[in-house]
């Protein structure tokens, strides 16, 4: 009887035979599931990160009402012999000139501006209030608001958003940063947390796994 079981289940008893001897992720107990080290620690590190990221962003002075610069859930995937993990942030041009800064020079493109002022909410009826100054033909001053009968919410927001444009070609961005950025992603996300990351990981499989950016902001 217990020649003809193993008979019936050789090939699930060579197939568990070469898994142990065999320097593959089953063996070495690298796949993705609830009981994976690898995911759970993955996990735990990306929560934790997220939230040094957020509270980096109203550290550095950034509006603590504004999400644009902070980051959305983590995804932990596989992808071939490598375990992804995707932090992203929930407006990425807003992160990476946050991140980066700008210098002045070159007018940066409207149409990003424009999605900017509508994702914070900001209230493009303000512009019916500017005022600008001119000389008339006797050389006096005088003072007008030249958007005031505006009425179409969109024509307001491209007033505004060219305005900001034309500022940072002029001065560049966040003054007080040098215009050279905030580096809130960069004091978090680093070659110290990494390794700390890879630390944690090699602990508790046992061998050394290495860690890296595949993508930076």
Do not use: C
């Not at 070469?18 to 996990?43: H, K, N, Q, V, Y």
């Not at 992804?84 to 000139?97: D, E, G, R």
């Not at 493009?124 to 030249?146: A, E, F, L």
């Amino acid at each position: 009887m217990i020649s003809k079981l193993q008979k019936q289940n050789a090939d699930k008893i060579f197939s568990y035979i070469d898994s142990l001897t065999t320097d593959t992720p089953e063996a070495r107990g690298e796949l993705l599931g609830s009981d994976s080290p690898i995911e759970s620690i993955l996990s735990e590190w990306a929560d934790e990160t997220i939230k040094a990221l957020n509270k980096s962003w109203v550290d550095k002075g950034f509006n603590p009402k504004s999400q644009s610069g902070m980051f959305e859930p983590h995804i932990v995937d596989k992808e071939g012999l490598l375990t992804v993990l995707t932090l992203t942030s929930v407006n990425p041009t807003a992160s990476y000139y946050a991140e980066h800064g700008r210098g002045k020079g070159k007018r940066p493109p409207v149409a990003p501006i424009e999605n900017w002022i509508t994702y914070r909410g900001i209230d493009v009826h303000q512009v019916k209030g500017w005022t600008s100054k001119y000389k008339d033909s006797k050389g006096h001053t005088k003072t007008i608001k030249p958007y005031k009968n505006i009425t179409d919410t969109l024509k307001l927001r491209n007033v505004m958003a060219s305005a900001i444009s034309r500022s940072i070609g002029k001065k560049g961005t966040i003054k007080r940063f040098g215009y050279k950025g905030s580096k809130y992603i960069s004091s978090v996300v680093n070659d110290k947390s990494l390794a700390e990351l890879s630390r944690r990981l090699s602990e508790a499989v046992g061998y050394t796994i290495s860690v890296s950016l595949a993508k930076e902001i």
